[in-house]
């Protein structure tokens, strides 16, 4: 789920294709407008949107089902996919994180083969190509968040056996490598951090333009 | 939208009010160093088992797990002011965490599972607004149809 700057647009993920929805809904918050989708037919496991909310990624994992898996690049003025990024054919795309610039987004997978590979893949938003592709320690990666102003992506890598924990793999964004791994329980699906830009120490004059005014 | 309506409102006042003025000024000074206090900078992971560990990402270390009150938890977001996380539990509920004492400070319930339909379970099933006054949640309930909620935060 994705809620625009101003609100107004709520973006949900969608993966049901049995009932005719899948893809991204764009709901309007207050009911007053009917709800549209883009890339129908795909199936959407997570977003991100840029913080000026011209952009919103989603994770397809359409691979699950013969198609492909990637991150689907939308234009929100046109509610179109503008580029798509593929990934691993059948894998499942988990985790997306923006760096709070909207520089780089990182995108988790892993591979439906077993054993699984487990990667997380950097994208730059400026032309949408792969800047580095990092192997993850473990086979699931389920969630990523980016955090200590965009130096480090914190990625979950989640174990589904008893008696194992699991740990939250960090990566240094400034090398895109690995660097430390702390332990936490079992099998987490999600990690949150601070959203960027609501934070004291964080440029955020993008988002009051009234406060120029006077 | 709070900057906004008070640089509206202190703009319009301090052509009547030099009084007026001088306390905008000072609330708008005010504002960034209120927001600069509450940067929180903990990651926070809700385990299948119950339990939420609290990582600091500075030190890359979890320097709490706050215990019990979560029934397999399976998303957590931040508020922007990292005031709160909302922990979505599977008793169709949201449990708030107040982030300054680590406990459980409210719970939200549900008329149904957290989650769209074909996707309960997913992380991404509860957002906030950008400036945090509503949090909207999806739930399914047992049907076709799924439902969009909104909280007053």
Known sequence: MAVSPNSDNIYLATEAPELGQSGILVVDADGDKPTTTIALGHLIFDLALSRNGDRLYASDVSGLIGGQSGVLVVDTDTNSVVTTVPLSNRSFVTGLALTPDGRHLYAADFTLTRPSNSTVTVIDTKDNSVDATIVANGQTLTALAAASRGHKVLAVNSVLSLGHDSTVDVIDTRTNTIDDSITVQFFPLSIATQPAGSRGDDDDRDNHEGDHDH | ?153
């Open chain 2, 1 to 153: 939208m709070r900057k906004f309506l008070q640089s509206v409102f202190c703009s319009r006042r301090s052509v009547a009010f030099t009084l007026s003025t001088g306390l905008c000024l000072a609330a708008m000074v005010m504002t960034p160093l209120s927001a600069l206090a509450k940067a929180n900078n903990n990651a926070y992971v809700p385990n299948n088992n119950g339990t939420l560990s609290v990582i600091d990402t500075r030190t890359n270390t979890v320097i709490a797990t706050i215990p019990g009150g979560f029934n397999h938890p399976f998303c957590a977001t931040v508020s922007p002011n990292g005031k709160l996380v909302y922990v979505c539990s599977e008793d169709n509920s949201i449990k708030v965490v107040d982030t300054e004492t680590n406990t459980i400070s409210a719970s939200i319930a549900l008329p149904g599972a957290i989650g769209f339909i074909g996707n309960e379970g997913a992380g991404p099933s509860v957002a906030f607004s950008r400036h945090g006054e509503r949090a909207f949640v999806v739930t399914s309930g047992g049907g076709v149809s799924s439902t969009l909620y909104t909280i007053n935060t």
